[in-house]
């Protein structure tokens, strides 16, 4: 079993940052992508950025330029400053990571979420 813990959120004024954290423990042999996901009252959850073990990195467009994701391998942490924040960026973001076993079974785990409100 894995474990996403994250942490970071909580209330911002429109223009400011946040960094988010999520850091995975448990019985890890091999994480591969990890990423955020948000989700907004009424709405569906959407990806916000992934990165592969490499570094490769993915964004949605309504982030990009404004968000970065970084991961430190060591530590089997990932981080996604954000900045330049809008009331639309405001959901729960919800860790996300791909654990491969030993044996090259895959699984998809969720971190529990942390708020991130975006007012004035």
């Known amino acids: 079993q894995v474990q996403l813990v994250e942490s970071g959120g909580g209330l911002v004024q429109p223009g400011g940052s946040l960094r988010l954290s999520c850091a995975a423990s448990g019985s890890i042999f091999s994480i591969n992508r990890m990423g955020w996901y948000r989700q907004a009252p009424g709405k569906q959850r959407e990806l916000v950025a992934d990165?592969?073990?490499?570094?490769?990195?993915n964004y949605a467009d309504s982030v990009k330029g404004r968000f970065t994701i970084s991961r430190d391998n060591a530590k089997n942490t990932v981080f996604l400053q954000m900045n330049s924040l809008k009331p639309e960026d405001a959901a729960v973001y919800y860790c996300?990571?791909?654990?491969?076993?030993?044996?090259?079974?895959?699984?998809?785990?969720w971190g529990q979420g942390t708020q991130v409100t975006v007012s004035s």
């Open positions: 996300n990571a791909d654990h491969v076993t030993q044996w090259g079974f895959l699984r998809n785990y």
């Open positions: 990165i592969t073990s490499g570094g490769s990195t």
